[in-house]
C-alpha cells in the first residue's frame, strides 16, 4: 500500500473541496387568494414551514396586504415538497391556495 504525505492529502483536500458546488437555493412563497381563509393560512404556515404563530401571521398578513409572502428559503426538492404539501393540503380542505418557488 502506497503511503501519501501530508502535503499530498492536503492538496487533494483542497481540490476536492474547490470542486464542490453549493446547492442552489429557492424561495417559497404564497400566493394570496380571495377563498382561502387566514386561519388556514397561517394553519399551513406553522405545520408546513414551522413557523411560530407570530411569525405566521406576519407571514399571512404580507401575503393577504401584497399578494404574496415568502415562507421560507430552501433547496429545490425540499421547496418542491413544501409545495407539494401546500397543494396537498388546500385541496383536502377545499382552498385553492397555491404556492410557488423562485431561484434567491
Known sequence: ?????????????????????????????LLNDDYTTMDFVVKILEEVFHKSPAEATGIMLLVHNKGFGVCGVYTKEIAEMKINKVH?????????????????
Request: proline share 4%.
Open 1 to 29: 500500500m502506497e503511503t501519501i504525505s501530508i502535503d499530498e492529502l492536503n492538496d487533494i483536500l483542497e481540490e476536492t473541496s474547490e470542486n464542490i458546488d453549493e446547492p442552489s437555493l429557492y424561495k417559497v412563497i
Open 88 to 104: 396537498s393540503r388546500a385541496r383536502e380542505a377545499g382552498f385553492p391556495l397555491k404556492a410557488i418557488m423562485e431561484q434567491a
